[in-house]
């Protein structure tokens, strides 16, 4: 006997957690596919080849590996144990589990390169596997649901991005968010216009800062990091910036003049807003985050992340422009963008504001017929055929139990109606219906129980 | 640069299969909910604990292991080589992925057993992996569509899973096909009945050929295996069984009549048989077959096997009743009966016999709104909005491309509409709607381009 428990970092998910999240899935596809998103899936097992070395050195420890079959230890050597795990890992595991999306994706999209049709849409709903230590709100297997358009360089797939974000989370009535976005080349541009070229990374974790810690803390961590004062004094630009939209764009080109890169980080962020606007959306909800840069990996160009308001949950969603992704597998020259939305965290912000619709706690059966034994099965039997020919979620009772015993099943499963199906009622051919709500019964007739379940 | 290649036995699922699996999946659903199953997911990953043991010896040869993060060899002596794999799993592995979606639900149970209400109704759709040989219909990962009842003895369960499988078989069409019933305990109670107790593997392995290689050389192999010549000619009775139904129970009540164990099961069939006529269902698709038992593994009562006609494809569905599920938990006497529908083997049935409906072909998109560029953008994005916003699936090609590339693309997506929105249709406020199918073209405004779309 095996006492039965989760391993870390994963869950189970019972009915009334799945009906939640099944809303949210089905509300997010509905809006991926009508931005003409069309559904892929790829396996959970990847060759490690498709996987290594495209999330960086953690991102290679955090891949979970899968032993090879069979006898798997059959080529090690005594001298494979001195050099340790790493050595070993390569003759005893091929395979792993996937971390992302976006890499299959790549995978998938340099497979099929002759047959899709190019610019191509994706949208893609599946778990992915991290071994990162587990905590609060933080799990090792979780899903991701993505949309990604590869084949094009246009602008345009940046604002739909932000249109479908909109639409997203007006429907789960997740109404108080921000959408933040940034530009790889704007990063760029602003280290090269304060002589700091190359040092993207550390100016962004620094920055990223701002808000917590203040102006002077973020100065001094800049200091620490190896920047010198006057690069320092060049930045100054970056605290001052103006929320005016136009007035933002003015003073980033003026600032970012002398770099090339960072002009045209700047036109495409310009142009993002602007292709948002002609989709009719408020730009409101936008807002340019310079610090932001969501580890860097492989975004050449716009950054997004969506953060909830209200709530202290982190970023419900991010993603960006890749130009190189489906390259490291040879086949260069394929732009792509996309976005990345986290089902676990809208499921938390949703929950702590409350904005699971109502009638999401019926979420099963909608009418338990008793069992009163041999006598009256034949015809409880057959009641309850009729009633799911006519569409009607339906249960019988599967144990002659005590009255009582049945309807706290129905009870407890939040069944909505009771029918008695008794000797007397088989008599006279009606039927006892009793809502559970208001207590309420009534006699009646198979007909006039389809109608009454029907409304 | 790494080649892409996707892992042994598993496969990447396009737009086009993905509607097809899609729409399985759906009708699955739709029937399972019907019958009062509500939806579980349990995580990929599950402790070796928690699979080991439950399957036989081959199904712990077949779990996919997942190494220990982190440095997994660090506790690796010399010695663990010399005695090999099995010894240093021990050490390396503490995780798999599940095998199948009985032994994580059973697992679930017994966790979650002061929470669920008795008798607990579940279905889980989900992958699981075999480290299987792969080859044509087989590979290493699946999914399986699961439905089960625990906490009940009632042989209605058994009669509702006859019902279900009707149903969704009837819904995707696939009108030729024979429901296999057996029971474990009258497996038993022939091997008793014939001397040769305790040996129902064996039996069943050889008379399982019965159709293939006949009868005689069934006999020579039950030789092979141990029976004597007295067991084989006590099992004649099996090879002229009655076909027809009410001769068969009684034939076997004879034959059976000295084992206990043997006529509780025929006393089962016998009930599930009356409780799905009682259902409405004719019993034409129900075939008692002495010689299934789908390995054995658990099964304690009714066991089913789904085979579609016409087609040379296996089983499509499997599954039976369990008493000691839950049991291996610490969690006795919980009985339990489930079904398992195969959707790789359903969708290669429906694909050989052409029974997935005509409108999957348009799976996405409906119209494309193409691009003349930067002065016509605002308007066609407008348009594009509006369409969305009256629920029409649209898209813009997102690039300034010759029309013959833009029409190709919405040729080669399938996509039954576009509109053109040039200059001249800026002009009088009219657009260009041409059906890709019959050639037509129309000059519709806004208003009339929803009433068009929505016939």
Known sequence: MSKPSLARGTRDFGPEIMVKRNFIFDQIKIVYQKFGFLPIETPAIENLSVLMGKYGEEGDQLLFKILNSGDFAKDLKENDLEIGSKEILKKVAEKGLKYDLTVPFARFVVMNRHLLTMPFKRYQIQPVWRADKPQKGRYREFYQCDADVVGTESLICEAEIVAMLYEVFENLHIKNFVIKINNRKILTGITESIDAAGKESDLCVAIDKLDKIGKEKV???????????????????????????????????????????????????????????????????????????????????????????????????????????????????VSGVGISLGVDRIFDVMQELNLFPEQLSVIGTKILITNFGEKSLPISLEVLSFLRNNGIKAEIYPENSKMKKQFEYADKKNIPFVLVIGEEEIKIQKFNLKNMLSGEQTLLSKEQLIAQLHV
């Open 219 to 333: 100065e001094i961590e800049l200091l620490e990091k190896g920047f010198t004062q006057k690069n320092i004094e060049n930045l100054q630009t970056l605290f001052n910036l103006p929320h005016d939209q136009k007035q933002l764009f003015a003073a980033l080109k003026n600032w970012l003049a002398g770099s090339e890169e960072g002009l045209k980080g700047v036109y495409e962020l310009e142009s993002v807003w602007n292709l948002v606007e002609n989709l009719g959306i408020s730009i409101s909800k936008i807002a340019f985050d310079p610090s932001l840069a969501r580890g860097l990996s492989y975004y050449t160009g716009a950054i997004f992340e969506v953060k909830a308001l209200d709530v202290s949950i982190g970023s419900i969603a991010g993603g960006g422009r890749y130009d190189n992704l489906t390259g490291t597998f040879g086949m260069p020259g």
